[in-house]
């Protein structure tokens, strides 16, 4: 899987940053991307990458702010116009989906897909059996939510000597073993693939957040994650102003990922009062507290590790 970042200003675009999107790209699972927010303009920033708006199969929006939703009107009708006929699923919270049909109403838009538009609830949004989704809500000054996504582990790879020493052939049976199944071969024999598989392959998981101050519910959403995505509006000194803001700050955020003991922490949706050179000293904010830190940049891409 990759993070891909289409915009990571907060508030307002700047001339090296867009306001905020993401998307994670489940290559190696299946040939989709998922969204997470769509602010103003992010359609642009599309065009200027190698996604493409008809693999979107899901959007998650955190919010209600302009900044998080302005751009979703347009990118839905362009993925019409395109010709799309794949469903597309929008989560988000209360209003969603007014937002959605009144935009659609009044521009008299039309749709070429299926468009289920689900407003969410804290707690688990689905399981599809390769990947859960969670929701969990943030402190931001309107309702806002953050998204675990969590994969399931993978079997391991068949242990193709231990077959060869068994004697079993290979054929259409070995799909079944890959997955644990089990077959009757034409001998007879029945062959449990649990018995042949090597370690099963353990599962990403990541923590998305939206525009949050500091909350007791961010510990859970990131808890043992990979990676987490979060943001860093403000630097140390501004603390007081991001909290009373529904923001978070540089230190603030790093605090989290290293209590929640992730792996890798992001960090996005920077104001615009900081330029290049200050980003560098907001990132030095938070290595001090946890070194494995990124400060994302628009077209920056992860590998989900």
């Not at 307002?12 to 905020?20: C, D, F, G, S, Y």
């Not at 089990?182 to 957040?209: H, M, N, W």
């Not at 920077?270 to 907001?282: F, N, V």
């Not at 030095?284 to 507290?289: S, V």
Request: contains cysteine; hydrophobic residues 35%.
């Amino acid at each position: 899987m990759e993070l891909k970042f289409l915009g990571t200003s907060a508030g307002i675009p700047t001339k090296e940053r867009n306001v905020t999107s993401l998307i994670l790209d489940l290559q190696g699972t299946r040939n989709a991307l998922w969204m997470f927010d769509c602010g103003e303009g992010t359609q642009h920033q599309i065009l200027h990458s190698p996604i493409k708006i008809p693999k979107l199969e899901k959007i998650f929006i955190t919010h209600l702010h302009g900044d998080h939703i302005f751009g979703l009107p347009g990118l839905l009708c362009s993925r019409s116009m395109g010709g799309s006929t794949d469903p597309l699923t929008l989560y988000g919270p209360t209003g969603i989906c007014q937002f959605v049909e009144t935009t659609l109403q009044l521009s008299r838009s039309f749709l070429t897909y299926p468009l289920e538009i689900i407003e969410v609830q804290p707690g688990q949004l689905f399981d599809d059996g390769e990947f859960k989704v969670t929701a969990y809500a943030l402190n931001h000054r309107v309702e806002c939510y953050g998204y675990r996504i969590e994969e399931h582990d993978k079997p391991g790879a068949l242990d193709a000597q231990k077959l060869n020493q068994d004697g079993i052939p290979r054929g259409p049976w070995m799909q079944t073993l890959k997955q644990g199944g089990t077959v009757t071969l034409e001998d007879g024999r029945t062959i449990c693939g649990q018995d042949y598989l090597g370690t099963p392959i353990r599962g990403k998981s990541l923590a998305i957040f939206g525009d949050t101050e500091p909350t007791p519910e961010a510990l859970k959403l990131a808890a043992n994650v990979d990676v987490m995505v979060h943001e860093t509006t403000l630097e140390d000194a501004f603390a007081a102003k991001a909290n009373e803001r529904g923001h978070s700050t540089t230190k603030q955020a790093a605090t989290l990922a290293r209590d929640a003991k992730v792996k890798h922490f992001i960090a996005t949706h920077i104001s615009g009062r900081y330029d290049i050179e200050d980003c560098s000293r907001l990132l030095a904010e938070c290595r001090e507290i946890f070194p494995n830190t990124d400060l994302a940049e628009d077209f920056a891409v992860f590998k989900v590790k």
